[in-house]
């Protein structure tokens, strides 16, 4: 399998932590060279490692998020 090249050139905030200390974070991050995708997954502490994830473009996030207020979440 080839490498995953990433950079988190924002992080937005972090939504749970386990008691290993993995963080489910929310971050805007760049896969592979592309455009910045809204991203959200567990991290290692070190941010080396990482569990499976959503990425989401900015249109998606804006979505889920009137899905969410209409819902009153």
């Known amino acids: 399998m080839a490498d995953i090249k990433y950079e ?3 992080h937005l905030g972090v939504l749970s932590e386990s ?3 993995w963080k489910k974070e ?3 991050v ?3 060279g592309r455009d910045p995708k809204y991203d ?3 991290w290692a502490p070190d941010h080396v ?3 499976k994830g959503v990425t ?3 249109e998606e996030v804006g979505e889920l998020k009137r899905i ?3 819902k009153q979440v």
């Open 49 to 51: 490692k990482m569990g």
């Open 56 to 58: 989401l473009m900015e």
């Open 40 to 42: 959200l997954r567990e």
């Open 19 to 21: 008691p290993k200390g």
């Open 26 to 28: 929310l971050n805007l």
């Open 30 to 32: 760049i896969w592979n």
């Open 8 to 10: 988190i050139i924002e």
């Open 68 to 70: 969410l207020n209409e």
